[in-house]
């Protein structure tokens, strides 16, 4: 069981990038998946989470309408396209997964997320 995030880099403010976040060893499709952060010196913070079928998503207010969580099922892989990247962006990003509990109908930061990517440096300055 495994979850592999990829897509971090640099990028000027304004710019974009799109992380994944691929499973292998077993299915995502029933289960909560989650994007959180972890700058220098600061603790980690949920980005944003996604519910299995329903598609239902949640945003940390400071993402909010910048950044989308979206997933495809068929790859086995979530996505977080992230626009209008600010320096406050810069951070190691970890996906995470909860397997304790599959078809939710609401995601939450605060639920026990089993498994982890081994994360993603996202680096915004110009």
């Known amino acids: 069981v495994q979850l592999q995030a990829s897509g971090g880099g640099l990028v000027q403010p304004g710019g974009s990038l799109r992380l994944s976040c691929t499973g292998s060893g077993f299915p995502l499709d029933d289960f909560t998946i989650a994007w959180f952060r972890q700058a220098p010196g600061k603790e980690r913070e949920g980005v944003s989470c996604?519910?299995?079928?329903?598609?239902?998503?949640h945003y940390a207010d400071s993402v909010k309408g910048r950044f989308t969580i979206s997933r495809d099922n068929a790859k086995n892989t979530a996505y977080l396209q992230m626009n209008s990247l600010k320096p406050e962006d810069t951070a190691v990003y970890y996906c995470a997964v909860e397997l304790g509990v599959p078809l939710r109908h609401r995601c939450h930061f605060g639920y026990n997320y089993d498994y982890w990517g081994q994360g993603t440096q996202v680096t915004v300055s110009s």
């Open positions: 996604i519910t299995s079928s329903d598609d239902n998503s």
